[in-house]
Each structure stands twice: as structure tokens, then as C-alpha cells.
């Protein structure tokens, strides 16, 4: 297992002083860095963020490839009832590993598809169960407090189509939800589904190697205990003081360089792999809402955070590029290279006595693609916007595994730089409090008044 970082095109010396860091402050700076490092294992240790332990869980792998193999051959769709952390690290892993929609191939029994039911729009759920058999589909329902409006709603959606086709649903719903608590649990209690439990210290937006991300991959098909020992190794690289080993560190260190100190308050994911492209849209719900806060760990008001955009390479040079290279110079890139792609696209060598044909006439899509990002980075750096560049051996289950547990650790290193809680979301509640009064749950109808204030506040604008 193989990745790099490389920092170059941060630097001063390649983008100038006005947008890039000077060697003099990353040396400054590395105290801080490694005073990220000791307060967030300090806090890990102590049991408080658990997504590092995650890796080195062995019984719930072995458990979760248990029922998979179980269940194996009875369902050629695995559909999943989830939204935000409970529906990005299923599709990254399946994207990553698998290939994106609509090219994996025929779905079977041994070949099951996925579908993700992340979003309440009517007409996209009556439309997803329209492309499903009710007895050849499988739904795990995954909420982490087991009463998220969106996924309960869709849910019970779901459970009808099940049980107008099937009658009784024990053996087609798997319940992914906090053990002992909420209303899912109880639920699935009651009607004997299956349950993994999600540990109380792993947040939605860490807990791709959890079951909420581990059994939608096995039941698929992926190799989830080579995705974890992936991500062993990396959480082992992640502990370590040594800046060039612990890349998640180095990186943490000059992306909080740059953001702050050059300001740079928008971040620019940019795969250059289809297959990394589920993982960049995972990418942006990690870093938003860990690292968008209104206050540090003091108490003071600091509305601090750093917007994440996903482009996708090479298909947004020609839709976004323009607006990197001419438009505000207020972005921070970060590209993600793969070393190896499974095929290489060979173009054909016949002659056309025609330039921009002959000239890339017996080369290959791998060339061309790498040749593409390298130029793009060329460019960026021309016009002094920093960037810099990640790179995987190739993407299979434990580059994939490394890379996801090495960017949650950036995360967590930068979140401790900043002084912030990188894994509470005050600012999310609030808006879920409004749509339970709206909906009329018990117990939130202050919430409702306070939307009936609001209404009326934009009536009198009007």
C-alpha cells in the first residue's frame, strides 16, 4: 500500500509569497503540528473519537462477512435508507471500488447493485422502488440516533413496499443503528431484524469503516477486512511524530498554512479517477462540517471554515478551470492521482494523416489523463494558485481503506490546529428541530412557534 503527498506547489517558491508558505513558516509552524498530534491521540485514548480504533475492530468484520455470506445469493439489490454520513461512505466505497453508475455491468445474486435512497423527493423514492423487486432486494436502514426524519420517512415507505410484496420483512431489513437506544432500535427489535450496532463515539461523518459503511460494502461484495487493514496501516502512520511518514499530519499542517495564513478559504477536491469520484462528494460532507464552526473550544466566536468544492478530472478543466486559473485567487487544490488504473485505453496506432488525431494515435487514456492533471497543476501554479497533489498506487480496497482513514485523520489534526471541535454540528441541528415542529413531532413544538416567528417576520418583509 502506496500513498503520497506532495507539497511543492505550496510553496513560495512555486506560487510566491502572496499564496504560498515560506520554508521558515512550516518550520515555525511544526510545534503546532505536533501539538495537534498529542492533544487529538490524548483525546482518542481517552475514548471520546473513535473512528482510529475502527481499523483493528476484527470481531465486527468477522461478523458483518458472516451475514454476508449468508445472505448471499438470495438478493441482487442491496438498497440503502440513509442520508449524509449514513449514505456518503457506502457510495465512496462502492464508486471506488466497483466503478461508478451506469457502468459496473449486469446486476445478479452474485453481482447485486446498490441503490441509495438519500433524499426525501417523492418522485426519486417512487422511482427507485420502481426499479427494484421486492424479492430479490435487501434494505439496510441506517440512522446512528434511529429518528432521522428523512430516513425514517423513506423507510416506512420501504417497509410497506416490502411487506404488500412479502408479508413478513425480518429477513430483508438490517437495521444499522445505535445499540439499546432510539426509536430504530426498538423498532427492529420488535421485528426481528438484524442489527449492527454504530459505536456511540463515531460520528455519521467518520464512520464509513463502521457498519454503516462495512456491511452495505460486504453485502455487495467488497473485500471489507483488506479495506480495513488499509486503514490499519495508515491509522499507524497517523500516530507517528515523523512528518514524512505521517502524511496526515504533514498535510493538516500546510493546508492550515495556507487556509489561514494566505487565506484560502475555499478547498478544491480534484480526482483525477472516476472511480474517486464518490469519494470527493464524501470528502465534502468530512471537511464541512467538521471544520464549519462559530466557536473554537474556548468559547470565542470565530466562524471558522473552509467551503470544499469537488471537481472532477479531466472532465471540469473544461467546465471550472476557467474560473481557477482567471477568477479569484481565494481556492486551495488539492488533486488526487492514481499511479495505476486498471486498464490503460490503449488509443488505436492506425494513421489519419490528420494532426490532433496522429499526434495521439498509439498512446493511452492513462497517459493522457496523468498528462492532463500534471498540466493542469503546471498551470494552476503559473498563475500563483497553490495546490498540491495526493497520490494512490492504484484504487483497490487497501488504498481506498488508507486513503479514507488518512483524510478523517487530516481532518481531525486541522480541527485541533484551529482550536475547534472538529466532530460536534450545532449548526445542523437546529434545521432538523424546525422540521420535526413542522411535522409535527411531540416535544418540538417550540420549534414550531419559533418557524411560525419566522414566517411572519418574512410576511411583514414583503
Known amino acids: 500500500m502506496n500513498i503520497q503527498f506532495d507539497e511543492t506547489n505550496l510553496l513560495a517558491d512555486m506560487v510566491g509569497r502572496a499564496h504560498g508558505v515560506t520554508r521558515a513558516e512550516v518550520e515555525r509552524a511544526q510545534p503546532k503540528a505536533q501539538k495537534a498530534l498529542a492533544g487529538f491521540r490524548k483525546l482518542s485514548d481517552a475514548g471520546r473519537y473513535g473512528f482510529p480504533q475502527l481499523p483493528f475492530q476484527s470481531k465486527v468484520v468477522k461478523a458483518i462477512v458472516r451475514f454476508a455470506a449468508e445472505a448471499r445469493g438470495s438478493f441482487d439489490t442491496v438498497c440503502v435508507v440513509g442520508i449524509g454520513g449514513s449514505a456518503l461512505g457506502a457510495w465512496a466505497l462502492d464508486c471506488g471500488l466497483r466503478g461508478p453508475h451506469p457502468v459496473q455491468g449486469a446486476f445478479t445474486t452474485g453481482h447485486p447493485r446498490l441503490v441509495i435512497l438519500d433524499n426525501v423527493d417523492p418522485d426519486f423514492t417512487a422511482a427507485a422502488l420502481a426499479s427494484m423487486d421486492p424479492h430479490k432486494t435487501l434494505v439496510v436502514v441506517i ?127 480534484f480526482p483525477y479517477s472516476n472511480h474517486l469520484w464518490g469519494t470527493a462528494f464524501w470528502f465534502r460532507q468530512l471537511w464541512a462540517e467538521s471544520l464549519g464552526k462559530a466557536t473554537n473550544r474556548k468559547g470565542e466566536r470565530v466562524n471558522t471554515g473552509q467551503t470544499p468544492i469537488a471537481a472532477l478530472g479531466a472532465t471540469d478543466q473544461h467546465s471550472q478551470v476557467q474560473l481557477y486559473i482567471e477568477g479569484p485567487n481565494d481556492k486551495v487544490f488539492t488533486f488526487w492521482a492514481v499511479k495505476r488504473f486498471r486498464a490503460t485505453g490503449l488509443v488505436p496506432g492506425t494513421p489519419t494523416n490528420l494532426p490532433a488525431f496522429d499526434s495521439l494515435a498509439g498512446q493511452s487514456l492513462a497517459k493522457l489523463i496523468d498528462a492532463e492533471r500534471r498540466a493542469t497543476a503546471a498551470a494552476l501554479t503559473e498563475y500563483g494558485r497553490p495546490n498540491c497533489t495526493v497520490t494512490l498506487d492504484r484504487v483497490d480496497e487497501e488504498h481506498l481503506g488508507a486513503f479514507l482513514q488518512m483524510m478523517e485523520f487530516q481532518t481531525a489534526f486541522l480541527g485541533e490546529m484551529l482550536n475547534i471541535d472538529a466532530f460536534n454540528q450545532e449548526g445542523v441541528e437546529l434545521g432538523k428541530k424546525l422540521t420535526f415542529g413542522l411535522m409535527g413531532r411531540a416535544g418540538y413544538e417550540p420549534y414550531r412557534a419559533q418557524f411560525a416567528a419566522y414566517e411572519k417576520k418574512r410576511a411583514a418583509a414583503k
Open 143 to 269: 440512522a446512528k440516533s434511529g429518528g432521522t426524519a428523512e430516513t425514517v420517512a423513506t423507510f416506512l415507505i420501504v417497509r410497506e413496499w416490502l411487506q404488500e410484496a412479502l408479508g413478513a420483512t425480518a429477513g430483508r431489513i438490517v437495521a444499522v443503528t445505535t445499540e439499546g437506544k432510539g426509536d430504530l432500535y426498538a423498532l427492529a427489535q420488535a421485528e426481528g431484524y438484524a442489527v449492527f450496532g454504530i459505536p456511540e463515539n463515531v460520528g455519521g461523518r467518520f464512520s464509513v469503516l463502521t457498519p454503516v459503511g462495512l456491511v452495505p460494502a460486504a453485502l455487495i461484495g467488497i473485500d471489507i477486512a483488506k479495506l480495513c487493514r488499509g486503514a490499519a496501516k495508515m491509522t499507524d502512520d497517523c500516530w507517528q511524530p515523523d512528518l514524512e511518514r505521517n502524511i496526515a499530519l504533514r498535510a493538516a499542517l500546510y493546508h492550515w498554512l495556507v487556509w489561514t495564513r494566505k487565506d484560502k478559504p475555499i478547498q478544491v477536491a
